[in-house]
């Protein structure tokens, strides 16, 4: 009775090698999971519909060609239920197959499915008779050494009665000291990975340590550079106003608001907007404005530049003095500054005195427009910028308007005499807006 299922071809899928679920019969009489023979007929049309075969027997099938088999599906049932385990031969409970494999992680024996199954792919695993030959060379090793115990034992008890515990007396000691040894060992390699660790993290501590005292010693030059410059403008306007305490009462009185310690009311209503580049975009107020890549459809007119994205203020001076501020951001690319009325503007010109400007720029690094240009080694980018221009003495002045710090002045006698009007930059990346 048992010879009867001895590979069960018919209640195993060929496909995925387990009871058939939902049994089909395709044209050639071979029998499917329905699910199997589905995935494969889908698999195979995406490579070629034209030649579709079937997986056991290579037989030409056509897709959609599925005979459901209910009598083969209630034999498969019945045999579950029968949970089959032949006498004769050792299967696979779960596959049905000989479990001619042992598994020598896990200490089982397992078929050709077995091994192939999520379980036991990653272990190692040998024929059954090579498994066994490796155990029974084990355990002749253990036997071996046991009858060479045992007869010593029997040699030993030939020389007397306590000539047995002697040995052992003297046996037992080197095994403990070969136990201990290796703990030793063991105690010892992991303090070793201990203090590697301890040393490791010592390093990381120290090393940001250090990184701490650099930033600490930085910002303590920077503070004590910011003083300097403070110290050094105060001079200044003492030297200044020691200059005008000498002068007659008349001229004193006649220059006594153009003092630097007091600070002018701000000068510029707004930006000039028929002098904008076409890609400058400035505010409804004509109070902001920022770089644009799509070029304005704008007229030509003579007062509007054509090549430097810059535009400049509505108010023009010739005299007297004027403060403005200038909020830059953090943009990329800009300069600040005055410029005079009659700066070129539709041709390329050099951003310098000689051309009529005088200011500022930011790009990559902080520098006056002189020529050649002045680098600005500060330590930071101020985000707003007072411009102080001096028409009578033909000077113009960059301060930092958050710390009141000085950036960079051009000397008296700069500016020519002649109307000068506020100038600015902008490029990719960048918005400028007047402060109120």
């Known amino acids: 009775e048992d010879s009867r299922f001895d590979d069960m071809p018919e209640t195993n899928c060929p496909i995925c090698q387990e009871y058939l679920t939902d049994p089909v019969t395709i044209q050639c009489g071979h029998n499917f999971c329905w699910v199997c023979i589905t995935q494969h007929c ?23 060609a599925l005979r459901k088999n209910n009598q083969l599906a209630n034999i498969v049932e019945k045999i579950k239920q029968l949970d089959f385990k032949p006498g004769n031969t050792n299967l696979c409970e779960r596959h049905g197959k000989a479990l001619d494999l042992f598994c020598d992680e896990d200490g089982e024996a397992v078929c050709v499915v077995c091994e192939r199954s999520p379980e036991h792919r990653s272990h190692p695993v040998l024929l059954l008779d090579e498994a066994a030959q490796k155990y029974k060379s084990q355990l002749s090793e253990i036997l071996g050494f046991s009858k060479k115990f045992s007869l ?26 070969k136990q201990t040894q290796t703990e030793r060992q063991k105690i010892v390699s992991e303090f070793q990975q201990l203090r590697q660790f301890l040393e490791e993290q010592e390093r990381l501590l120290l090393a940001r340590l250090e990184k701490l005292d650099e930033e600490i010693v930085r910002l303590q030059n920077e503070n004590v550079r910011k003083l300097s410059e403070q110290i050094s403008r105060l001079s200044e306007l003492i030297s200044e106003l020691e200059g005008k305490c000498q002068k007659p009462a008349s001229e004193f009185l006649q220059d006594r608001g153009s003092s630097l310690v007091s600070r002018p009311v701000p000068a510029i209503t707004g930006l000039l907007g028929n002098t904008a580049h076409p890609n400058l975009i400035l505010s ?32 023009g001076f010739t005299s007297g003095r004027h403060c403005w501020e200038v909020e830059v951001g953090d943009g ?48 930071w980018v101020p985000s707003r910028i007072r411009v102080c221009l001096d028409c009578d003495r033909g000077q113009v002045t960059f301060i930092d308007a958050g710390d009141e710090a000085p950036i960079f002045t051009f000397p008296p006698g700069s ?11 902008v490029w990719v990346r960048s918005q400028l807006r007047l402060c109120p």
């Not at 010593?152 to 000291?177: D, E």
């Not at 902001?288 to 430097?308: A, C, I, M």
């Not at 700066?343 to 000689?354: F, T």
């Open 152 to 177: 010593l034992h029997n040699q030993l008890s030939v020389k007397g009665p306590r000539a047995p515990s002697m040995f052992l007396s003297n046996l037992f000691p080197i095994l403990i000291q």
């Open 415 to 425: 500016i020519p005499c002649e109307r000068i009007r506020p100038w600015l930059w």
């Open 332 to 379: 990329l690319s800009w300069a600040v500054g005055v410029a005079r009325e009659s700066v070129g503007r539709r041709r390329r010109i050099n951003l310098s005195p000689e051309e009529g400007i005088w200011a500022v720029q930011f790009g990559g690094q902080f520098q006056a427009l002189t020529s050649p240009v002045t680098p600005l080694p500060l330590s």
């Open 284 to 315: 409804e107020d004509r109070k902001s404005v920022r770089w644009e890549e799509t070029k304005q459809d704008l007229p030509h007119n003579p007062e509007r530049f054509g090549y430097w994205p810059c535009v400049l203020g509505c108010e």
């Open 42 to 64: 889908e698999t195979w049309a995406e490579q070629d519909s034209d030649l579709l075969c079937c997986p056991s027997c290579r037989a030409r099938i056509q897709k959609g």
